[in-house]
């Protein structure tokens, strides 16, 4: 896998072509037609994923009680479209969680590739390199620091909007 298409990504801020090179060599890439499944809620997830070429779609299920049978509601919220050009990752946090459980869906819009690291690979390259490991989960915690903030926002905007209803 070339080099220039992932030194970009935010989780290699700070890192040379060299130590880059670490992780690209183990990167598998994987191609998705339009409206193929990239992964989905609640499956077991043990990859990081890169967003090479394409768009997708990232979205969660929606549970919420609609009526009194306590029927639920299974549609799903989009929360956010990304391009190639966002050069971002996904399926990060199921690396993270104890029950390695991916914490939305990715559907791709358009024909797409991505690029998987599995877990195994990526953390026996941040052991046996603690300087790179370092800068890359430091940079992976941004990452998810952001991600966890515009879902706070997303979350507020449904909270918001459902108690507006209720309210009616």
């Known amino acids: 896998m070339n080099i220039d298409n992932l030194k970009n990504f935010k989780i290699f801020d700070g890192l040379s072509n060299a130590e880059v090179k670490l992780f690209t060599e183990k990167i598998e890439p994987k191609s998705y037609a339009k409206n193929d499944m990239i992964m989905k809620e609640g499956e077991s997830g043990h990859s990081i994923l890169f967003l090479l070429s ?32 966002d050069n971002i990752i996904i399926g990060e946090v199921s690396l993270f969680n104890t029950d390695h459980k991916r914490t939305a869906s990715a559907k791709a819009l358009i024909n797409s590739d991505i690029g998987a690291i599995n877990k195994k690979d990526f953390f026996d390259i941040c052991n046996a390199n603690n300087e790179v490991g370092y ?28 108690s507006l209803v209720i309210d009616n």
Request: glycine share 4%; hydrophobic share 35%; aromatic share 4%.
């Open 54 to 85: 394409g768009e997708i779609s990232v979205t969660k299920s929606l549970t919420l009680s609609t009526n009194k049978n306590q029927s639920k509601d299974n549609r799903e919220k989009e929360f956010i479209r990304y391009k190639a050009k």
């Open 135 to 162: 800068k890359v989960l430091k940079n992976l915690i941004g990452i998810i620091t952001e991600k966890l903030i515009d879902t706070n926002h997303q979350v507020l905007k449904l909270t918001t909007a459902f």
